[in-house]
T-cell receptor, first 113, second 116 residues
Framework: GDSVTQMEGPVTLSEEAFLTINCTYT??????LFWYVQYPGEGLQLLLK?????DKGSNKGFEATYRKETTSFHLEKGSVQVSDSAVYFC????????????FGTGTRLKVLA | KAGVTQTPRYLIKTRGQQVTLSCSPI?????VSWYQQTPGQGLQFLFE???????NKGNFPGRFSGRQFSNSRSEMNVSTLELGDSALYLC???????????????FGSGTRLTVV
């Protein structure tokens, strides 16, 4: 079945460092891909999305490109801030009518001042 | 614009009891999904409703059930609670329709259920 694999955390960075969180997927169809972020004690917030190959999603300085050839959707940010500390989830929606997300296990990011 | 509202935020129940969780979606949203989040299993899909009809169901036992009302509000019920049901239960809403997956869902803050 469809699946999402994320890099293990936690990831600890200094403020203003470059961030990459790897995400790869397995899907039989043409999924839409998402990054969600979860701050402590809160639900998930949609960070960015891409619905077809080569699309780039971007928001709040974060970006990710839908790479069909490598089945990847890596999250990047050029300069992280302490406020970016959270858990990041990669997810796919297969769009075939199931209307559900398949989430990765999440990657905890800790940014130090 | 109000977000997705889940009540209650926290709940403590005893093993064997049943519990009902409530979710009010964003106004105009007709699709509501429920997820269970645990440290061991991560985020797992429970079910999805659209216009009062369950369209999809995850791999959970029959003790987990849900429904959606005509105003799109949704409830989920867990009967005969087990210790392993302790989790954060997240509700999410979307406009619905064929492309609802592509547009993304808006999540609520969740209900933290503890079974003792």
């Amino acid at each position: 079945g469809d699946s999402v694999t994320q890099m293990e955390g936690p990831v600890t960075l200094s403020e203003e460092a470059f961030l990459t969180i790897n995400c790869t997927y397995t899907a039989t169809g043409y999924p839409s891909l998402f990054w969600y972020v979860q701050y402590p004690g809160e639900g998930l917030q949609l960070l960015l999305k891409a619905t077809k190959a080569d699309d780039k999603g971007s928001n709040k300085g974060f970006e990710a490109t839908y790479r069909k050839e490598t089945t990847s959707f890596h999250l990047e940010k050029g300069s992280v801030q302490v406020s970016d500390s959270a858990v990041y989830f990669c997810a796919l929606s297969d769009g075939s009518g199931t209307y559900k997300y398949i989430f990765g296990t999440g990657t905890r990011l800790k940014v130090l001042a | 614009k109000a977000g997705v509202t889940q009540t209650p935020r926290y709940l403590i129940k005893t093993r064997g009891q049943q519990v009902t969780l409530s979710c009010s979606p964003i106004s105009g949203h007709r699709s509501v999904s429920w997820y269970q989040q645990t440290p061991g299993q991560g985020l797992q899909f429970l079910f999805e409703y659209f216009s009062e009809t369950q369209r999809n169901k995850g791999n959970f036992p029959g003790r987990f059930s849900g429904r959606q009302f005509s105003n799109s509000r949704s409830e989920m019920n867990v009967s005969t609670l087990e210790l392993g049901d302790s989790a954060l239960y997240l509700c999410a809403s979307s406009l619905g329709g064929y492309t609802s997956g592509g547009y993304g869902y808006t999540f609520g803050s969740g209900t933290r259920l503890t079974v003792v």
